[in-house]
């Protein structure tokens, strides 16, 4: 018999989510909503038809460590399929600005290129910064038509890009939930030709169901922007969701997070995390918020932990290693590098974005902090134990 704890993991992320097989892969690369008849698109390097290579530009929501660190694993992709070579490694801990202009200089190809003025950016998540941004980006794609493709990282980048609606193909990467956000139609129809998204259905109430069947609380903690943007960020609509199968309610703090410099932006969350732990919740989901860093992780761990609570990260592994309890982890973003550059390969191959799968399930993988777990008093079952992947035994 399966253990309780077991058969809830495998509920919880679904009997197929492993890495893709090649047969998986080659359904990807099939024709969906918008295709007449099946057909398969190849990811080998090709240049444009006049021989001339394609130019890809890059808009970016705003400073957030997971965006260069996802683009790095997209480029990693595409060199993996043979489309570039690299001067140099990919410099670690830059901004997505500094990472495109060195993509821009360091990249060699036949195929492709990274334009390096073909970066946007709406200030640092400053909300009055869009609609300048839209019209630039609308304003180059008119006037030069000199992009192929465009990347867009992150929430605010894609519904932007899909706003616009250019007739330039654009792959929207790093979205928490781009179906909420109002990016895709659907998690199988982006409901435009040029629009491609990754997709993971059910990905946070997952999370939560599993957070719940381990540690079986009647109120959890959650910190979010109260705006449309922030809210799909923190995944409330799953919480909420979930809260109502399950029976348990919600204590939210909200902490603004965009037009505000960074280091108020930690500020904000640090400070809910602190209010939370005082109004004594029986669990915290910590969700994404430009405030929760790698830097300032480890501060609401800290909090957490001193006020006993089990905590369970959205964001994965980086997390637990901080001092975080649990997390149903993601996968490591090579996998997710390539999943989007196997895109990119197919459109340049004549794909319309749309008639691509945008359905991603991440490899199953459990994170488990033991050292959390000893100092608020949580004694984890053995068939956590059994179940973890990742058991890290101190705060590093």
Same mark, same amino acid.
């Given at each position: ?13 679904? /009997? ?24 398969? +698109? ?6 444009? !038809?006049?021989? #001339? ?11 957030? @460590? ?5 683009? &790095? ?6 060199? %993996?399929?043979?489309?570039?070579? =690299? $001067? ?8 997505? %600005?500094? /990472? ?43 006037? $030069? *038509? ?8 992150? &929430? ?21 939930? !781009? ?15 040029? =629009? *491609? ?22 109120? /959890? ?41 960074? @280091? ?15 109004? %004594? ?17 480890? @501060? ?21 290693? #901080? ?15 390539? +999943? ?11 794909? $319309? ?10 490899? !199953? #993988? ?22 973890? @992947? ?7």
């Amino acid at each position: 018999m399966i253990p309780r704890f077991l058969s809830c993991l495998l509920v919880a992320i679904g /009997l197929f989510a492993f890495p893709p097989s090649p047969a998986q892969a080659a359904a990807a690369a099939t024709t969906a909503p918008a295709a007449g008849r099946a057909s398969v +698109f190849p990811t080998t390097p090709t240049a444009k !038809p006049d021989g #001339k290579r394609w130019r890809i530009g890059y808009v970016e929501s705003g400073d957030y @460590d997971q965006y260069p660190l996802t683009l &790095t694993q997209i480029v990693n992709g595409l060199r %993996h399929l043979g489309w570039l070579t =690299l $001067k140099a490694d990919i410099p670690k801990g830059i901004s997505g %600005h500094d /990472l495109w202009t060195w993509l821009a200089a360091n990249a060699q190809s036949r195929y492709l290129e990274f334009v390096a003025d073909a970066y946007w950016q709406p200030g640092n998540f400053d909300a009055a910064q869009r609609a300048p941004m839209r019209a630039a980006v609308t304003q180059r794609i008119h006037d $030069k *038509h000199d992009i192929d493709l465009i990347i867009a990282m992150g &929430t605010w980048a894609g519904q932007d890009m899909r706003a616009i609606g250019p007739p330039v193909p654009t792959i929207v990467a790093s979205s928490s939930d !781009p179906v909420a956000a109002g990016i895709s139609d659907s998690a199988q129809d982006s409901g435009r030709d040029n =629009l *491609h998204t990754r997709v993971e259905p059910e990905r946070f109430q997952r999370q939560v169901r599993l957070f719940h069947e381990i540690v079986p609380f009647k109120t /959890l903690g959650i910190v979010y922007e109260n705006s449309e943007s922030g809210r799909t960020y923190a995944a409330v609509a799953a919480v909420e969701q979930v809260s109502h199968e399950l029976g348990f309610t919600v204590e939210q703090c909200y902490a603004q997070s965009s037009s505000i410099p960074t @280091d108020q932006a930690i500020a904000n969350a640090v400070g809910c995390y602190r209010k939370l732990a005082q109004q %004594h919740v029986d669990a915290v989901y910590v969700t994404t918020h430009r405030g929760v860093t790698p830097d300032s992780i480890g @501060d609401i761990a800290k909090i957490l932990e001193d006020a006993k609570i089990p905590s369970f990260s959205m964001n994965g592994s980086s997390e637990v290693k #901080k001092g975080i309890l649990l997390s149903l982890a993601q996968a490591d973003l090579s996998y997710v590098g390539l +999943f989007q550059a196997e895109t990119i390969a197919r459109i340049f191959h004549g794909a $319309k974005p749309r008639q691509l799968s945008q359905i991603w399930i991440d490899p !199953p #993988k459990i994170a488990l902090n033991l050292a959390t777990a000893r100092t608020i008093g949580f004694d984890p079952p053995v068939d956590i134990l059994l179940a973890a @992947d990742e058991v890290y035994q101190s705060d590093n």
